[in-house]
Every structure is written in C-alpha cells, then in structure tokens.
C-alpha cells in the first residue's frame, strides 16, 4: 500500500518501542518520516532500518518536552523535507511508585515529557497544519489513563492526552485536521520490562500474568498499535477525529 505517498510524517520518540514500530510502518506505506528522538543518534537506528526496506527517513535529535527545541526541530523539518503533514505523539516515560512515596520531580517530569511535549509538538505542527488546511495527530494515551497503581502521574499525564485529543479536534476540525488517540494495553517494550523489573519480576513472566487475564490471552507488540495510528493518519479515516481508541485485547 501506498497511502501515504508524497507525506511527511513527524513521529517522537520514535527510536524504539511503539514510536520505532509506527515510524517503520508510515514509511513502508510511502510516507516520509522525521523520526525525531532525544538525540539523532538515538534515531539513527529507526532510519537505517527504514532506509533498509526502501522507505526515505531523517533522523532528528530533540527534546520535545523544550518547546523552542521543537519550533526549531519542526523549521528544519519542512525546510529538508517539504512539509509536515502527520504527527505522532509518541514520546513518552515512567516515573513509577506509589503517590505517597512519589517525589515531585517524578510527577513534573512524567507531566512534562507524556503531556506537556504533545502540547508542544502539537501547538507547533497546527501553524503549518492550518496554513496547508490539512494535517493528522495522534497522540499516544494509554489504558492506564482509567487508573493504575503506582502510576498517579503517568496515569494523569495519559487522562490528560485524552481531554487536549477532544478539545484539538473541535478547534481544528474547521482547518480539515483529524486529531486522535491511541490508548494501548500492555504492549511488549521496554517501557513494560521496566514495570516489571518494578514489581520484582522478569518481563516474562509479567508478560504471562498479564495474558492470563487479557481476553486475547496474549500481551500486544508494538506493530499491533502502529497499524492502528497508520489506519488513524490516513484517509481510510478521513471522518474520525476527536476519539480515543483503545487496543487492548479485550481487556475490559
């Protein structure tokens, strides 16, 4: 398939994990990708595998929770690659601990780096998104967002990537802009062995408690959820915005 031929996509967090899965898929399916990272060598790996496959990918070193980082990485992208016509808001990290022994630090920088950043990246990429009347966000929520223990600020931050998902949607949809949410289950990364290696267990067998109550009786990969942004930031969804999708194996 080719429905992203002639797009550029901007895609954070995208050295591994979910933002790796994504970056590879928009690119297999034509788009143009700035895989954007906390340094482009950090990002450089995604890129090669892209370039491997014969997709056309650059990579960007960038701090997207610094908002003047992002006006600067985003100038340079459209200034190298034409334009910026979808955005991933993937970029994300853990804090994890019970809120009574969760020092504040932990909160602002799960806050700033899950939630503020897609503020950021968002309120960046509409100027060019608005001028061109077209564009697709996703952001990256999570089940979590319903509530999880040892999780206060990532579950908030991801609570909150939901509420500016509705509310960019309203604002945006005049200019022809899908805006959307992407809410997964426990996907297997390295962000899930760091929970598990938390509460004392191997990624493994946290990977096998969770499947035992999961209806799929499986835990999901990362291309699992970056089919699901591909569908999201192409036309084949051109009449959905403003949605959460959760990807879940049935959990309920």
Aim: aromatic share 6%.
């Amino acid at each position: 398939m080719t429905r992203f031929a002639g797009k550029v996509a901007v895609v954070t967090g995208a050295a591994q994990g979910i933002g790796a899965a994504t970056a590879l898929r928009l690119a297999e399916e034509g788009a143009t990708v700035a895989v954007v990272d906390l340094s482009a060598e950090r990002a450089q790996g995604t890129v090669d595998a892209i370039t491997a496959k014969g997709g056309s990918a650059r990579a960007y070193g960038c701090d997207v929770a610094d908002y003047d980082a992002v006006e600067a990485v985003f100038a340079s992208v459209v200034e190298e690659l034409g334009a910026i016509h979808i955005l991933v808001n993937n970029a994300g990290i853990t804090r994890d601990n019970l809120f009574f022994k969760m020092p504040k630090a932990d909160w602002d920088a799960v806050l700033t780096v899950n939630l503020t950043s897609a503020y950021n990246c968002s309120h960046v990429a509409q100027k060019y998104l608005v001028k061109q009347k077209y564009g697709k966000i996703v952001s990256l929520s999570s089940r979590s967002a319903l509530g999880n223990r040892g999780q206060a600020n990532y579950a908030a931050a991801k609570a909150g990537i939901q509420g500016l998902t509705a509310t960019l949607a309203i604002e945006l949809g005049p200019y022809n802009i899908n805006v959307n949410a992407v809410a997964p289950g426990y996907i297997a990364t390295s962000m899930t062995a760091a929970t598990a290696e938390r509460v004392g267990a191997t990624a493994e067998d946290h990977q096998a408690q969770v499947a035992e109550r999961t209806p799929l009786r499986r835990v999901g990969q990362p291309e699992e959820i970056a089919s699901v942004v591909a569908f999201l930031v192409s036309d084949d969804a051109s009449y959905v915005s403003g949605q959460t999708l959760y990807v879940n194996g049935g959990a309920r």
